[in-house]
């Protein structure tokens, strides 16, 4: 070592030559893993070690009035103003004798490479008590910065990241005090907490499922901070400040460092209000279907019975145990194979069978008649699954009807009868009076009249004419009110419409109704009236016009209404239509308007 390089002497012994253990020391200090210099009372260095240097990036001259303070070529602030020499805090402490604990500043080197310094500096004294000079033991925490910068930037981007998560999340540190929490959890508390103050959870009021009230530090998330553990399983509500409840699901967990000590705890809440209304909602539900008298239950796509209500149960007789797993053939009768294929095939493809009438074979082999509903069951990504099938009991329907189709053609056989009967005794009393012109007439008549009854008849007992035209039906109708001597007496102008199923019956039941009126008290009472009947397919409706001109004059509208009015006016509600009278001097006008898709042709 030369004589010049006094790095490492005591300040007292700088201007003497250092002796051999005055150079073991110095080696020691070189070897020192920090950095450090010391200066004279005026600031000037006179001695610093290698890791100086190292961050200097440079060596000064020591005792060099121009080398004050410290070896940077220049110094910085933290925040990247320039720190004039004169204000180091080496120059701080050397003014006032204050140590420095902890201060940041920033070195730039000679190739403009800049680090960032923490110092700290103590005073030395003589035994006077005056200032000799200061030792400052500096270091680099360059990259320490960089790190908490990362880590303070990684968890700013995580709050960011969980404030807009829709999930509601807290955090505590670990004496519970809440440090952060996200929007979603502020809307389900309905207020907001204030951080480093409200405790355990920043809900207004807590309780149990039950109603009993649940205080903060009792609550799952005071527990795992307490037992240091995660807590699960445990329901919570929350009430808000405006009085409204919200049922939640906890998940509190404790958070450790790297060394094991508790720092805090996250927790996420699951507001549960949508799933218990849903599990209510699918409660009532499951108590609807099994209370039902209706036989409900559904298959998988390969027909396999997956439910069975206890209506399935008292229309088939097999139990729920005994169905279910089973293949929904057992209830399909012999003669039918093909028929449960087929509608499963329409429910792949997303269709719905409504009200199919059918034939279903229960465990003791009686054949029972059904009104059969399928409809497709969709999974929760929308795909179909399978089917429901819903099954009444129509067997009593049906044996009402065979009897009343058997009283209706009784009733049919005994009228045909009838009008036979008065046909024969108009003929034979015509013969004997002479009058064969009369009979003829009034012969022609009742047959006309027995025409139309049968085929009105007919129409309402479900056999025989299904389906005929408007135009037939309003003929057969009117048929008995021509004469031959006034042929137009009633005039018909429409397109020839086809006409089937109820609106059969509907509109020859109204027709009948609106002539047997006007033979009584409109047109068809007097010699010179007439009757027009207009029809036409005005978009998606069917209109009929009646319109009668020459009967007698109308004074004003009945005063009440009598059967025949109050069936057409029933009539019509079942067709779907309307019908508007209107009473004018000159005759009676009524325009009657129906869906077309209800002629059921």
Same mark, same amino acid.
Request: aromatic content about 6%; some cysteine; proline content about 6%.
């Given at each position: ?255 450790? !460092?790297?060394? /094991?000590?508790?720092? #805090? %705890? ?6 549960? =209000?949508? +799933?218990?209304? &849903? $599990? @209510? ?97 969709? !999974?929760?990504? /929308?795909?179909?699954? #399978? %089917? ?6 129509? =067997?009593? +329907?049906?044996? &009402? $009807? @065979? ?199």
């Amino acid at each position: 070592m030369s004589s010049s390089d006094v790095t490492s002497l005591p300040l007292s012994q700088v201007e003497r030559e250092p002796t051999d253990s005055w150079l073991d020391i110095e080696r020691l200090l070189d070897l020192f893993p920090g950095a450090f210099y010391i200066c004279d009372h005026e600031g000037r260095i006179v001695r610093y070690n290698q890791g100086a240097a190292d961050l200097w990036g440079r060596r000064p001259r020591l005792n060099d009035p121009s080398e004050r303070f410290g070896g940077a070529v220049r110094l910085y602030r933290p925040d990247g103003s320039l720190l004039p020499h004169g204000q180091h805090p080496m120059a701080e402490t050397l003014r006032t004798g204050a140590p420095v604990r902890n201060a940041e500043i920033v070195i730039e080197r000679p190739d403009r490479t800049r680090i960032l310094a923490l110092v700290n500096i103590n005073p030395l004294f003589n035994a006077a008590g005056a200032i000799t000079g200061a030792i400052n033991c500096f270091r680099d925490i360059t990259e320490h910065r960089q790190q908490q910068e990362q880590v303070y930037n990684e968890a700013l981007r995580s709050h960011e990241l969980l404030s807009l998560l829709p999930a509601a999340i807290y955090m505590t540190d670990a004496q519970g005090r809440i440090t952060f929490y996200n929007e979603a959890a502020a809307n389900l508390w309905g207020c907001r907490p204030e951080l480093g103050k409200s405790e355990f959870c920043g809900s207004w009021k807590l309780f149990w499922p039950d109603g009993t009230p649940l205080p903060h530090d009792e609550c799952p998330m005071a527990m795992a901070l307490k037992e240091k553990r995660p807590i699960r399983g445990l329901d919570a509500v929350a009430e808000r400040p405006d009085g409204t409840r919200v049922p939640f699901l906890p998940y509190p967990t404790p958070l450790f !460092d790297a060394s /094991g000590h508790l720092v #805090g %705890a996250v927790n996420v809440l699951v507001d549960m =209000t949508e +799933r218990l209304h &849903a $599990e @209510e909602a699918a409660r009532r539900l499951a108590l609807i279907v099994e209370s039902s008298d209706d036989a409900i239950i559904s298959t998988d796509l390969d027909g396999i019975v997956t439910s069975w209500n206890g209506g399935a149960e008292r229309l088939y007789g097999y139990t729920a145990a005994e169905a279910i797993g089973r293949p929904v053939m057992i209830l399909i009768p012999d003669d039918r194979p093909d028929e449960e294929p087929s509608i499963l095939e329409r429910i792949r493809r997303g269709e719905r069978v409504d009200h199919y009438e059918t034939v279903r074979r229960c465990k003791d082999g009686r054949l029972v008649d059904v009104s059969l509903t399928v409809s497709p069951i969709h !999974d929760g990504a /929308g795909r179909i699954i #399978g %089917a429901s099938k819903i099954a009444r009991n129509i =067997t009593d +329907r049906r044996q &009402a $009807e @065979e009897q009343q189709a058997l009283l209706l053609r009784e009733m049919n056989h005994r009228i045909k009868n009838l009008f036979a009967l008065a046909i024969g005794i108009v003929s034979l009393s015509g013969r004997a009076a002479g009058a064969e012109t009369v009979t003829d007439a009034i012969r022609e008549r009742l047959a006309a009249l027995a025409r139309a009854h049968e085929l009105t008849l007919h129409a309402a007992a479900g056999d025989g004419m299904r389906s005929t035209t408007l135009r037939a039906l309003i003929e057969a109708i009117l048929e008995p009110y021509r004469e031959a001597s006034a042929p137009g007496r009633l005039a018909l102008d429409g397109t020839d419409l086809p006409i089937g199923g109820p609106a059969l019956t509907g509109i020859a039941l109204l027709m009948h109704e609106f002539a047997t009126n006007a033979a009584k008290y409109g047109a068809l009472s007097s010699p010179t009236g007439r009757v027009t009947i207009r029809w036409a397919l005005d978009g998606d409706r069917v209109t009929i016009l009646w319109r009668e001109h020459g009967g007698p004059p109308i004074q004003h509208p009945p005063a009440e209404e009598g059967f025949g009015s109050s069936l057409a006016r029933s009539t019509v509600r079942q067709l779907g239509g309307a019908l508007a009278r209107e009473w004018s001097r000159e005759g009676l006008v009524m325009r009657l308007s129906i869906p077309a898709e209800r002629l059921g042709a």
